[in-house]
């Protein structure tokens, strides 16, 4: 008795939190106690690891301590009866939407046997994803995570794991959404098409799913390119269902295009026709807009071809290839090809509103009715178009589960990538600002002009920049002479300080012929007065005079005030005669003034107000590093790296200055050829010093190629000096893929214990191949 006494005492000192007791067949036995290991239980008798007997009373009336077991123990030690019991609740739990109970549940069954049977962690994970709840969102990936972990990935069904990568996409959760596919693809569970362009179409919507689309479409290309797979083998079946489509590389493209990573929607290009993927009206118009971004001058005119032959584009679309086109010409200072591509457009325009105008008489003679305005109608206007860049984002209700799995061919997924596509397609359309339609008829808007105007003024090519206005006035409508956009454009001169270039105009404007109103004549005269420039007054009164111009008496009061800044008391009585004799009312023109302070105010978006705008704000355009970036591009992608260095001195030498596109290019392309690490190195020295030493900055592309390049070599301590710039940078980097690099090429690095003697260059480079591990993931 004494010693059941103490033994008594001995078992109530162990709290019962650290007890996990279960109850079967009216027998007790003790699975863990605290810090022992309990071996053995039998009839009252158990065995640690530390060789003590313990003995437990089969009688209910011996006392234990009992009374320190709280209600919910007692409830545990009941469910834990049976598993199956417990795999039963955690079902029932998910049929009534109890899903914290069922979560409990199911980490119990974890403590107690490891994972449940398959069809209920299944159960969880598709009831876990169609909650759309973010909480329940990341409990069900944190669940196939420790799944992959454990390698239990087979409990993990293709359907389930599909429907759980697209809620998280539909989420806002692209990272683990892109997770969930290429753990899909790596099990050789291939997800068709229709489901996975899907969840492309969602993650498109961030600037790192859009990044990561890239990524995924062409990781699944790399299966297909050049024929690899066999149509013909049925075994083949299920990875041709996962092929690319038109559709899928659209999403990505136009991800690409909304989130400024161009140069890896190229890549995207390049890999359609190695896959044998069919263009679309879409795909042709993402493409013109891909080569206008990277300056692929040559490209976009062999495209062109394809855009006039197509019967099949729509306004839209045909709007948003010549705004692409004409946004080049003047990227690359082709202004006489702008130029004229916009007379060209003058002259159809007005052909077409004559034609129209003449058939809208002959109905309304019929009708009786009035013809509509020839502008502003209801036709399909810039304006208009831009609205679609408002579409709300799709707010279709979630995909129930039950109807996921019923739709067997994805049929629903498809149709929500297209409906999504649609809405990032009306985004990028939105973008057009050069070009607009009236009753489809294609026109350049008024932001063309100013973008054009600064561009001939920055060339200093007055001459050809006066009969292009003059042309375009003709076959547009013409103006009066005060309000000719010509006009407008020496007043923005003359408010700019551009006086030279103002009067340069003037007189390529009197050499054609054109009157010019004597307000303008003005508005310079009174400028060089400001500026006391006697030389540049006298050369202006003589043309003023010569075009029979009169002068108001503001001009005059400037003049005479410069004669008496200049000490010139006879020009200045000669210049108060001439006034007098003329007898000029004294009140003269002030318009040029009230037009410089409105448009300083912003009270008008006229064309002055649009140019002055362009001319503050705008950098002048270097158009002589995007012809090099094409050389040394050219020269890359056809692995020739000597010819792209010869290149790449020759622009330096003449004063442009590369930029990100110019070592992207370079980066790729040494990573093509294979083994030119030290160039890589050297390039991203050059890199690192032109960062510090000026304000350019390096895009995420950029970056990430250098990074490839340096974890595919193994040069780790370059690369953790590139991820340390991305993280400043806030860029987002694919941790996943680098995982996957380093196993594929790295895997036994430093895997054993550091050896007792190295040099200092060896313990850096172990300690940066294990920081870079550890940054990854890897341990």
């Known amino acids: 008795m004494h010693f059941m006494r103490k033994l008594s005492y001995k078992i109530t000192a162990v709290s019962p939190s650290i007890l996990d007791i279960i109850v079967g067949d009216g027998k007790y036995r003790v699975v863990r106690v605290s810090g022992c290991q309990l071996q053995a239980c039998s009839h009252g008798r158990l065995a640690n690891s530390g060789g003590q007997a313990v003995f437990v009373g089969i009688q209910k009336e011996i006392a234990f301590g009992m009374n320190s077991l709280s209600t919910m123990a007692g409830t545990i030690l009941a469910q834990a009866r049976d598993p199956a019991k417990l795999s039963e609740e955690i079902q029932n739990a998910l049929d009534e939407q109890r899903l914290t109970d069922s979560w409990k549940l199911f980490e119990q069954h974890m403590q107690m046997d490891g994972f449940p049977r398959k069809s209920v962690v299944n159960k969880l994970l598709a009831s876990f994803a169609e909650s759309l709840d973010v909480q329940w969102l990341e409990k069900a990936y944190g669940l196939v995570e420790r799944a992959f972990d454990e390698g239990k990935q087979n409990l993990l069904e293709k359907e389930t794991l599909i429907y759980l990568s697209f809620t998280l996409a539909k989420s806002g959760l692209p990272i683990p959404a892109s997770t969930a596919l290429r753990n899909l693809v790596a099990m050789e569970q291939f997800p068709p098409v229709a489901a996975w362009s899907a969840i492309m179409a969602y993650m498109s919507q961030t600037a790192p799913g859009a990044y990561l689309c890239a990524e995924l479409i062409l990781e699944i290309s790399y299966l297909f390119q050049d024929g690899r797979v066999d149509p013909r083998k049925k075994s083949n079946a299920p990875l041709i269902a996962m092929k690319p489509n038109t559709t899928a590389f659209n999403i990505a493209l136009v991800g690409c295009l909304l989130f400024g990573t161009t140069r890896r929607a190229e890549q995207l290009l390049d890999m359609i026709p190695r896959v044998g993927v069919k263009s679309d009206a879409n795909l042709l118009i993402i493409m013109a807009h891909i080569y206008e971004r990277n300056g692929r001058k040559e490209d976009l005119k062999k495209l062109k071809r394809y855009i006039d032959e197509a019967h099949n584009l729509s306004d839209i679309q045909f709007r948003q290839f010549y705004n692409c086109l004409l946004t080049c010409h003047l990227k690359f200072g082709d202004l006489d090809s702008a130029s004229n591509l916009v007379l060209e457009m003058l002259r159809k325009a007005k052909a077409a509103k004559s034609s129209l105008a003449a058939t809208t008489l002959v109905d309304s ?14 036709g399909l206007s810039h304006r208009e178009s831009d609205s679609l860049g408002d579409t709300p984002s799709i707010g279709i209700p979630i995909l129930s589960y039950q109807e996921y799995y019923k739709d067997r061919s994805f ?18 359309q939105s973008q057009v600002e050069l070009i607009t339609t009236e009753r489809g008829i294609v026109q350049p808007t008024e932001k063309f002009f100013v973008k054009l105007v600064k561009a001939f003024l920055e060339a200093g090519n007055a001459k050809n920049l006066v009969e292009f206005l003059v042309k375009a006035e003709k076959e547009d409508s013409p103006a009066s002479n005060d309000d000719s956009a010509l006009v407008h454009v020496i007043n923005v001169c003359i408010s700019l300080g551009w006086l030279d270039q103002a009067h340069d105009l003037l007189d390529e404007m009197r050499l054609a012929g054109i009157k010019t109103a004597s307000s303008v004549y003005g508005s310079l005269l009174k400028a060089y007065c400001q500026a006391n420039q006697a030389g540049e007054i006298a050369s202006l009164l003589r043309d003023a ?23 010139d008391t006879q020009g200045a009585l000669h210049l ?10 004294k009140a003269g023109h002030q318009e040029f003034g009230k037009l410089v302070k409105g448009c300083a105010e912003g009270s008008e978006a006229s064309l002055m107000a649009k140019l002055l705008q362009e001319m503050k704000g705008g950098q002048r355009m270097d158009c002589g590093v995007h012809d090099w970036n094409n050389v040394i591009h050219f020269f890359c992608k056809k692995r020739l790296m000597h010819d792209a260095e010869k290149a790449l001195k020759k622009m330096r030498s003449l004063g442009h200055a590369p930029n990100a596109q110019t070592y992207h290019s370079l980066v790729t392309g040494y990573a093509a050829v294979g083994g030119k690490y030290i160039e890589v190195t050297e390039l991203w020295g050059e890199m690192k010093s032109q960062a510090f030493s000026t304000s350019m900055k390096f895009d995420q592309e950029l970056l990430d190629s250098v990074l490839y390049t340096f974890v595919r070599g193994g040069f780790f301590v370059r690369a953790n000096e590139v991820v340390e710039m991305m993280k400043k940078g806030n860029m987002f980097v694919d941790k996943y893929k680098y995982r996957t690099l380093f196993l594929k090429y790295h895997k036994t690095l430093y895997k054993g214990k550091a050896p007792k003697f190295q040099t200092e260059a060896q313990l850096k480079k172990r300690e940066a191949a294990l920081a870079f591990k550890k940054w990854v993931g890897l341990f």
């Open 576 to 585: 108060f005669k001439e006034m007098k004799e003329a007898k000029i009312p």
């Open 545 to 567: 005079r010569r075009a029979g111009i009169q002068l108001d008496s503001d001009s005059y009061e400037a003049l005479i005030q410069s004669k008496v800044v200049q000490k």
């Open 411 to 428: 049929l629903k997924l498809a149709t929500e990538a297209k409906n999504v596509l649609d809405t990032l397609l009306a985004k990028l």
């Open 365 to 378: 003679i019929g009708t009786g009715s009035k013809s509509p305005p020839l502008l502003g109608g209801p």
